[in-house]
């Protein structure tokens, strides 16, 4: 657990609640699957309650019911990859239970640089970490955020913050730190490296498949929707067409951040 320890704090409000028990798989109804890298996560129902189950490789490691409104649920693991399950069961619920609360839980590598964050964002698959990493090694002053999954919210004043997260992915991430967004960059692989920026349709379609959220669920999409419309007015949207190298992470930082 020690990617969570950064993360304790006393007192505030309590977002939601959850139990962990050990026992066999439960029963649902079975709406959507995701998979990715031997990792599934199967979204159902039993009866209005809200059902996840994670499974690897084909086994399952836990299956978490939640209350319709995700302020509380219950994980009931199996015995196999708990931790798995856990980290799973803590994202989903993070991520249901703060949608109307102006957060969005994103899939996106991000570094801050010079006072602020920039976000990567792209398919599995397209450099997101590369860049992030491209970052690093050549623009001085640059630190990683959160490789994966970093957390987006909008202040009452209308600035929008990242925060790094417990979760990021495959490179061990977890640091406590939050910064105003100075830009999104969403990723294409291309044989040239260009950068322009977004107006607001394209960026809308940009932010949406990067963000964690139940879309079917009129609650979570409704405050996803209002999140991304109020993101889309507080910060600069980019697509870049990139290579792997030098040239792209200054050509990205010149033109965003300078």
């Known amino acids: 657990m020690s990617n969570y320890k950064p993360f304790v704090a006393e007192g505030g409000d309590t977002v939601f609640a959850l139990t962990i028990e050990q ?23 039993n009866g209005d309650n809200p059902v996840f189950e994670f499974r690897w490789r084909g ?3 836990g299956c978490l019911e939640c209350t319709p409104d995700y302020r509380e649920a219950t994980l009931t693991t199996t015995g ?36 602020k964050a920039y976000m990567f964002l792209g398919k599995s698959g397209t450099g997101k970490s590369t860049h992030a990493s491209l970052w690093l090694r050549y623009i001085q ?3 990683l955020v959160n490789d994966d999954n970093p957390v987006v919210k909008l202040t009452e004043e209308g600035t929008a913050m990242v925060y790094g997260s417990p979760w990021s992915g495959k490179t061990p991430c977890y640091r406590n730190v939050s910064y105003p967004i100075g830009g999104i960059v ?21 932010l949406v498949p990067s963000i964690s959220g139940k879309r079917w669920d009129k609650m979570v999409a409704d405050g996803l929707h209002q999140t991304e419309n109020e993101l889309i007015m507080a910060t600069s949207i980019w697509h870049m067409e990139c290579l792997p190298d030098e040239a792209a992470a200054t050509l990205c930082n010149k033109t965003i951040a300078q």
């Not at 026992?23 to 979204?43: A, F, H, N, T």
């Not at 196999?80 to 590598?109: G, P």
């Not at 969403?186 to 940009?206: D, E, F, M, R, T």
């Open 186 to 206: 969403q990723l294409s692989q291309a044989p040239h490296n260009k950068i322009k920026p977004l107006g607001n349709i394209a960026a809308y379609a940009v």
């Open 23 to 45: 026992g066999e798989p439960l029963s649902y109804v079975e709406e959507l699957r995701q998979e990715d890298e031997g990792q599934d996560i199967i979204c159902g129902k």
């Open 141 to 143: 002053g640059t630190e």
């Open 80 to 115: 196999f990859e708990e931790k798995m399950a856990l980290d799973n069961a803590l994202m989903v619920l993070y991520a249901l239970a703060t949608a109307s609360l102006k957060t969005a839980l994103f899939h996106a590598a991000v570094v801050s640089y010079q006072g």
């Open 59 to 61: 086994h399952s490691a």
